[in-house]
């Protein structure tokens, strides 16, 4: 049988009286797979006293393309999050491409078992979402049937609605659409939105920016939701920012004049005589011009952020005046990383690389430390069994991450007890702007380890080169080698409890 925690926090909702319980319960359940009749929707476990039936409110806000080193130096942000939060320094994106990261996120399960493994073909995107039953296996169903209020504002998957019956389609389980039409142009500047089944084209220049546009839907949101105070909320703000074309908003356009990109000692790296064909075959030395246009895309996303920072702002400004900050978990992080220079990659992701794979990951709520950073390996998939557990309901079988609530407590659990490998892969389809072979690896505190289909590998030793311009795969010592292989191999093919320490 499988084997999945529920974490229950008790919480007094009304006259914004809060308590985190320090325990948890952790029950176990079985079995495993995912097919919309095997695996109905999860229901809440059974209450007794001390526990009460009141539930947290969740948010998660979600960046597209958002690396790590950028967004943690933004100061409303540093602010909001890394100051009366808790960061966790050690966050992966475990596929990092949009469509296979954004089905990590919804269902809580490695690419390996979505099949949503690429942006565009016929195992890509909304296509290959919808075609999984994933439309009402996630993490909205499963917790509208949990009693929650449920909204998505911004990106569902890459091509929604491509292939769905109609094109304005609505998966079950969300109370309140408003998701961009990334079957057609999707930009910050001109889009259009499903908006509960009306669909409405918005332009910047008519004040339509996108992050304004859903940062307005959001607020609106939840003022209706707490008009039924006892019912907690659920809320997905899945920006568009600060992916390329980054078109900033207008007030914006003038700051950070004259920011460049960071030049760190992997950027335009000189030799990649060590590192696997794929990358010395495609990529060449950057030159003046190309590092103008690195430049020139860091300053817009540090611009487009601004207007992250504006819906962040005014999102705990709504709940502080509905007095429910105190009462609801909020969570932020990217879809991936991004290649900036580094590796002499322009821009991209869905490579192995720490540019790629490390994402901004913070949390702020109810009994969670301010101003703590966690080591702790960490990843999209543990988004779903994290919030499942925060409400209190029972983590289904499919779902591969595990729940990261025992790491907000005030003595959260050793490194050394928790997962020692984190699973990165590449199950297939193309990496943009470079092409490379399917790998799987595994990111450990202090190493990567990579294998590819072609049957190249690397291997890096963190602590001692950061910046991975070392690939040790050829004087490592054997039994290093061995022990992160035989770890691939066994997380490469897990599902639900077996992915999990």
């Given at each position: ?7 229950w ?27 919309t ?47 009366r ?9 475990n ?88 079957d ?63 078109a ?154 595990m729940?990261?609530?025992p ?21 297939g ?60 191999a ?12």
């Amino acid at each position: 049988m499988g084997r999945c925690a529920t974490i229950w926090p008790v919480i007094v909702r009304k006259n914004l009286v809060f308590t985190l319980l320090a325990g948890v319960l952790a029950t176990a359940c079985g079995g495993e797979g995912l097919t919309t009749s095997a695996n109905p929707p999860p229901t809440p476990t059974a209450t007794s006293p001390p526990f009460t039936t009141a539930k947290p409110n969740i948010i998660l806000v979600l960046l597209d393309d958002g690396e790590d080193a950028m967004v943690s130096n933004m100061p409303r942000l540093r602010a909001a999050f890394i100051d009366r939060g808790l960061r966790f320094t050690n966050a992966f994106s475990n596929t990092p491409l949009c469509g296979p990261s954004r089905a990590n996120i919804l269902s809580g399960q490695f690419s390996h078992n979505t099949r949503v493994i690429g942006n565009v073909g016929s195992e890509a995107g909304y296509p290959a979402w919808a075609a999984g039953g994933y439309d009402a296996n996630n993490i909205g169903p499963w917790l509208k049937a949990a009693g929650y209020q449920t909204g998505l504002f911004g990106k569902y998957q890459n091509d929604y609605p491509t292939s769905a019956s109609t094109l304005t389609y609505i998966p079950p389980g969300w109370d309140d659409w408003r998701v961009v039409m990334s079957d057609r142009e999707a930009s910050n500047d001109l889009y259009t939105l499903n908006e509960n089944g009306a669909l409405n084209e918005y332009k910047s220049a008519s004040g339509g920016y996108q992050a304004d546009v859903l940062s307005d839907r959001l607020q609106a949101f939840l003022r209706r939701a707490e008009t039924s105070d006892s019912q907690p909320f659920f809320a997905f703000l899945s920006l568009g920012a600060p992916h390329t074309p980054t078109a900033p908003a207008a007030r914006h356009l003038s700051a950070y004049a004259g920011a460049t990109a960071p030049r760190g000692p992997s950027f335009n790296e000189p030799d990649l005589s060590d590192k696997p064909r794929w990358l010395q075959d495609q990529v060449a030395l950057i030159d003046s011009a190309t590092a103008r246009d690195i430049d020139d895309d860091y300053r817009g996303s540090l611009q487009a952020l601004l207007a992250v920072e504006d819906a962040i702002d005014a999102l705990f400004q709504t709940l502080e005046q509905l007095g429910e900050t105190s009462n609801t978990y909020v969570f932020f992080t990217s879809d991936n990383g991004l290649h900036r220079g580094e590796h002499r990659i322009p821009r991209g992701k869905n490579t192995p690389y720490e540019e790629s794979i490390r994402m901004p990951f913070y949390v702020r709520g109810p009994g969670v430390p301010a101003g703590r950073t966690i080591e702790h390996l960490a990843g999209l998939v543990d988004l779903v069994p994290t919030f499942l557990g925060l409400s209190g309901t029972s983590i289904p079988s499919s779902v591969d991450g595990m729940s990261l609530t025992p790491l907000f407590a005030a003595t959260p659990p050793a490194v050394t007890t928790w997962r020692q490998e984190m699973l990165i892969e590449h199950p297939g389809g193309a990496g943009l702007p470079v092409r490379m072979p399917a790998y799987y690896g595994v990111r450990t505190q202090t190493e990567m380890y990579v294998e590819y289909d072609n049957l190249e590998t690397e291997y890096y030793d963190l602590r001692t080169d950061p910046q991975q311009l070392d690939n040790l795969v050829r004087s490592a010592p054997s039994a290093t080698l061995s022990r992160l292989s035989a770890r691939v191999a066994a997380l490469k093919g897990c599902r639900g409890s077996t992915c999990r320490p």
